[in-house]
């Protein structure tokens, strides 16, 4: 009698619990206490190794167990290719791959998510362990896992109402035909849609410069007047920036990702005309992959602000970023979005917020009206 009147009790409790989540739940999600918990239960990841802690996260996440944040302040929103982003800050590819967290993200007060990259069919991606920490930053291997263009699709499809602007990163593993197959998949789902020509680790990932402006018109003729972005890597020479500055202007896109992970390491030896030096210290016994984090915060802006003199595009900048500093260093070179990866998995949920309400106050002491205004401010200075 005592143990069914105990099960009984059990059932109550956990059925009240549901009715109070159920009714309460952006209230819960949203109050302070919940987001210390949040925080805590993000430190305590960083116990286990680097891609379970992911996984755990992400699926924390997909479940709805996110915290929520007050919606971003109006004086960070801007409109970039006709599409109006609540904030500037958004979450980089690889971070979402699969696109089951996107609502959960906007939430959290990032203003758009890079769902990818996305292949054409299934693929396992490269064998575990594929994801390492190096101090503060992360070294990846993954080799483009992916569930496959239709179901990404699907699922994309099926998430209503959406909370941020979506985009999809459309990758290739074996085909260079595949970009526009996939990208014609998510033409009439994603916001914009990014060709991945720059994979450290994958063979053939980075795609000749040359070859662009064909790959990126097969995609154009899939997805009309769709934004379409280009992702580059950030070993680029002085050479090889001009070489695909022209590329892409040829191409017609409308903006530029810079960049993807490094297969570099701070202590390299670098040419006067090679690419943009990395910062810190060696790092001791590396695991060789795409390297990500504070190590190309410097490298970033030399890039973002290279590229945007060459090109005038819009640029998301992505690279390095990790404080409100780094983030409204990009805008000022010329960034018109900035994204986040690494920093969010070292942050962890408040990292939206965090940067959000740094670069309303960066840009207000530069005398601003808008984070928008701030942005390619430092081209401007110089002329």
Known sequence: MQQRRRLLVAGGVAAGAVFVWRHEDRKIRGSSAYWSLASSASRALKAIDAETAHNVALGALRLGFGPIAPSP????????????????????????????ATRALGELGF?????????????PGNPRPRIFRAGEAIVNRVGLPSEGAEVVAKRLE????????????????????????????????????????????????????????????????????????????????????RAIADALLTAKVDGIVVANTTTRRPGDDDAEDGPPKLDGDPIPDCPR?????????????VLVSDLYDRTRLPIVGVGGVRTPEDAYALIRAGAALVQVYT???????????????????????????????AVGADHRRDQ
């Open 73 to 100: 302040a109006s004086a960070l929103r801007s409109e970039v290719w006709g599409v109006s982003f609540a904030s500037p800050v958004g979450v980089a590819a690889g971070f979402d791959k699969r696109g089951v």
């Open 111 to 123: 203003g758009f998510v890079e769902v990818g990259g996305v292949t054409l069919e299934p693929h």
């Open 158 to 241: 099926a998430t209503n109402p959406r909370t941020c602007v979506v985009g999809v990163n459309v990758a290739k593993r074996d085909a260079v035909s595949e970009y526009a197959s996939v990208a014609r998949r998510f033409s009439a789902t994603a916001d914009f849609l990014v060709v991945n020509a720059s994979c450290p680790n994958v063979a053939g990932g980075l795609v000749d410069v040359s070859a662009l402006p064909e790959i990126l018109g097969s995609v154009r003729r899939e997805i009309g007047d769709k934004p379409l972005l280009a992702k580059v890597s950030p070993d680029l020479g002085l050479r090889a920036r």
């Open 289 to 301: 992959g795409g390297l990500s984090g504070p190590p190309l915060t410097a490298a970033t802006r």
């Open 343 to 373: 920093a969010l998995a070292a942050e962890g949920p408040a990292l939206a917020t965090h940067l959000n309400t740094g670069l309303l106050r960066l840009a207000k002491k530069d005398g601003f009206r808008t984070v928008a205004e």
